[in-house]
């Protein structure tokens, strides 16, 4: 099959992926794979060659991003059970100070949203919120506002939450994740400068009853402080996040001295630091020093169970992730690309936005950030494979692929409405209706997905 037909095909798909998903409740792992399965005999690959191709789809995820993203989990858990999340909470508001609780409440959810996923991040935060507004009678709303798209911010911009290290790994950046950080972190700040406005603009128009914001209020933060007894230190409430961060900065330095000539990468101390910085060992002294943290607060005896449960929140992410890998394969073996090949003079007018469009139409159609993500970097292949949509769209270089991880990062942020949970974490604890949940959270991530991207195309146009 080739041409119009082809692209039919995988449109159709697509559409009926996103049924399955969003209307029938099929989980997206046998979503992804029954219609990977689907579209390869549709599109004529011979019978004999589809159970390899789905071998090989699926393994290579598991080869290239698996054990990062197992890290990055047991990472965030430790630190959301331990109280460290709190902590670093805590941190930022005598940073920030309470006079600005809006940019507290937004930079206190962008530092703890990089390890902890946005929805478990705004359960844990909340309980602070509600008692810095009481306090100084700041608005809940804006408040609200500011501390879920903070936490959305990280959440798909930048590792090690699973959204993004899986786009990097399936973009061929698996080894990079240091420049995705970067890079994520750079994007993110005008899009965090966009939520702060709109968050002191919105609670101008939208209010709620000091009445209803106490109805429903389970913990005040001192009773929450209470169920962990002493937080951790600031140090090692950090360390789990930084010092990962700071050895895969140090290998990435060795690395292009190395290159350079300025330094032999045989010699003893530059391959220590280039086996520290490498994404999985930098990931796993991340863990080392959750065990520290778990000591410090007498929480050894619950790592097991920590450990389970970082794992049970990984599989899910990791099946959808080789599912996503599967259909990567099978849309490169049907000849998708080579038609794109053929007209990529129209392909390449859209350019970075491509992604972008993908992305938001899969986030938008089915609610999860992580799945849109996901699906869109396995449509979109490594940036060195020659069969790629990626080579065939001119990104074949670390710098555009990572500006692309960002563009699916922007797309997976239009819109978060009725069909994401965390939509509904947003608006229940804050005590919202749907109607002011569209008003706030659905418009903020619409704001949030294209000022994004518009920082994407400007750094595109000054990198590439």
């Not at 007209?343 to 859209?350: D, E, G, V, W, Y």
């Not at 159609?365 to 996901?374: K, L, R």
């Not at 990062?409 to 569209?438: E, I, L, P, R």
Request: charged share 10%; with cysteine.
């Amino acid at each position: 099959m080739s041409g119009i037909a082809l692209i039919v095909c995988f449109v159709i798909a697509i559409i009926l992926m996103i049924v399955m998903i969003s209307k029938f409740k099929v989980h997206p792992f046998l979503a992804l794979m029954s219609i990977s399965l689907v579209l390869a005999i549709v599109a004529g690959i011979d019978l004999s060659k589809i159970p390899a191709m789905i071998g090989v789809g699926f393994s290579g995820t598991f080869k290239s991003i698996g054990i990062v993203i197992i890290f990055g989990t047991i990472i965030g858990t430790v630190l959301e059970k331990t109280g460290a999340a709190l902590k670093l909470a805590d941190m930022v508001v005598k940073l920030v100070g309470q006079r600005r609780p809006e940019l507290a409440m937004l930079i206190m959810g962008w530092v703890v949203g990089i390890p902890v996923f946005c929805d478990s991040g705004f359960v844990v935060l909340n309980s602070i919120r509600e008692a810095l507004y009481k306090k100084i009678s700041a608005s809940p709303v804006a408040m609200s506002v500011a501390l879920s798209g903070g936490l959305y911010a990280s959440h798909v911009f930048i590792p090690p939450t699973p959204g993004p290290i899986a786009a990097a790994g399936t973009l061929g950046l698996g080894g990079n994740l240091l420049l995705v950080i970067i890079m994520g972190t750079v994007v993110s700040v005008p899009v965090l400068v966009a939520v702060y406005f709109f968050s002191k603009s919105i609670a101008k128009s939208v209010t709620i009853s000091d009445k209803e914001a106490d109805a429903t209020i389970t913990a005040s933060y001192e009773e929450l402080l209470k169920k962990f007894g002493k937080l951790p230190c600031g140090f090692l409430s950090l360390a789990p996040i930084i010092m990962p961060i700071i050895f895969m900065a140090v290998g990435s330095v060795i690395d292009v001295l190395a290159k350079q000539g300025m330094l032999d990468k045989a010699a003893l101390l530059p391959k220590i630091f280039l086996f520290l910085g490498n994404p999985i060992i930098a990931l796993a002294i991340g863990v080392i020093f959750c065990v520290f943290l778990l000591a410090e607060t007498k929480k050894m005896r619950e790592f097991d169970h920590i450990t389970n449960e970082s794992l049970k929140i990984a599989g899910p992410i990791l099946f959808i992730t080789a599912a996503g890998g599967v259909l990567g394969n099978v849309i490169t073996e049907a000849g998708f690309v080579n038609f794109i090949k053929e007209n990529a003079s129209t392909i390449k007018a859209i350019g970075i936005f491509f992604p972008f469009i993908i992305s938001a139409v899969l986030k938008t159609a089915q609610g999860s950030s992580t799945v849109a993500i996901i699906t869109t970097a396995s449509i979109m292949g490594a940036f060195s494979a020659d069969n790629s949509l990626m080579h065939t769209l001119g990104f074949t270089s670390e710098i555009s692929a990572a500006l692309c991880v960002m563009a699916i990062a922007s797309g997976a942020m239009c819109v978060s409405h009725a069909n994401d949970s965390y939509f509904w974490v947003v608006t229940n604890f804050s005590k919202m209706s749907a109607d002011q949940g569209y008003r706030t959270q659905t418009a903020m991530t619409f704001i949030m997905g294209v000022v994004g991207m518009i920082s994407v195309y400007i750094l595109s146009l000054v990198l590439l």
